[in-house]
């Protein structure tokens, strides 16, 4: 059978995805960066494991999550592209400290070499969005700008659970879309992380990596950084820049240790700096949100408390009602 016909893809749909990532040859030596976020359970790590064709990042199901640093995993596409796959632990998960979150933060944009290129934000076509999501977004905007929607590629795990329904992600947005999505979507893409057909697992990929390719043409192959981003890339290209000026120096090997150290020390500190600054911006972002989230009320279970390190936390817990007028239910 024509493999076009297998994958649910016309001959010029896809001469026209491969043609986009000839035409940006000019800077495909490059790995795009692609950050995975979203709340926890959404099927974010499960999403990445998807996109690099084998299991990578451990997407079991556990209460507290299961991704606790970022990690990353770099692979080659068919058509010759370096992705570079960015799992997060729910950097904007706002049941976390900020403290946390912002040290993650902060290495998340250093294994970022050249910016990010797109921000996959997995949110789960199983339930209603809820208000998790909407703090996700807002927080988003406040650490990174505005601009970083223009990054953001909204994906939908849970097509399987759809498409039993006989539902399409159509379908599912104009029931279930919030105003504060509808106002910044660009791209969507609905996604089935369980699929066994080889068939549409191509596709699936081939269709977000479209997506990609499509934002980075669209800014001639920048990716995204801005003040923060500027001043977290610095610092190690600092440390890297007095490291080799010492390995040619000729000094004794008490001292070369001494100066090390010494290098060690100052990086630290100027990354702490950072984290600090991340986790302030995170805290007014938090703080920005609280009394919208205050009128929930008590039965909402909607509280702040600090951590054992002093740092600001906010938990939510909203029930999420059944879908009315659907005879299948996706929850």
Known sequence: MNSYLQSGKTMEQEL??????????????????????GRTGNGKSATGNSLIGKKVFDSKTHATG???????????????NTINVIDTPGLF???VSANNISK????????????????????????????????????????????????????????????ECNETLDDY??????????????????????TRDE???????????????????????????????????RKPDKLQEQQKMLELENHPKEMVSMKKDHFDEWYQENMNQLSNKVEKKLKDALEAL???????????????????????KLTVSIPVPPIPGSSCSIL
């Not at 030596?29 to 950050?35: H, L, M, S």
């Not at 991704?67 to 010759?80: D, P, S």
């Not at 105003?179 to 992380?193: E, P, W």
């Not at 990596?209 to 801005?226: A, C, F, P």
Request: charged share 30%.
């Open 290 to 312: 609280e009394k919208p989230l205050g009128k929930v009320g008590k039965d909402k279970n909607v509280h702040w408390e600090t951590d054992d390190e002093q740092s600001l």
């Open 104 to 163: 993650e933060i902060v290495k998340c944009l250093t294994l970022a070499k050249g910016g990010i290129h797109a921000v996959l934000l997995v949110l789960s076509a199983r339930t209603r969005i809820t208000q998790e999501e909407e703090n996700t977004l807002t927080a988003l905007q406040s650490l990174f700008g505005s601009k970083i929607l223009d990054y953001v590629i909204f994906v939908f795990t849970g097509g399987d659970v759809l498409e």
């Open 16 to 37: 026209m995805y491969k043609g986009g990532a000839q035409q940006k040859g000019q800077f495909s030596k490059q790995a795009e960066n692609i950050v995975l976020v």
């Open 199 to 233: 068939g549409k697992k191509a596709e699936q990929v081939d269709k977000l990596l479209s997506l990609v390719d499509e934002i980075r043409r669209s800014k001639h192959g920048e990716g995204y950084t801005n003040d923060m981003y500027d001043e977290i890339k």
């Open 66 to 80: 299961v991704t606790i640093k970022c990690q990353t995993h770099e692979f080659v596409t068919k058509y010759g």
């Open 93 to 95: 998960d706002l049941s």
């Open 173 to 194: 947005l104009g029931r279930d879309c919030p105003d504060f999505i509808k106002g910044v979507i660009r791209m969507s893409v609905l996604i089935d992380n369980k």
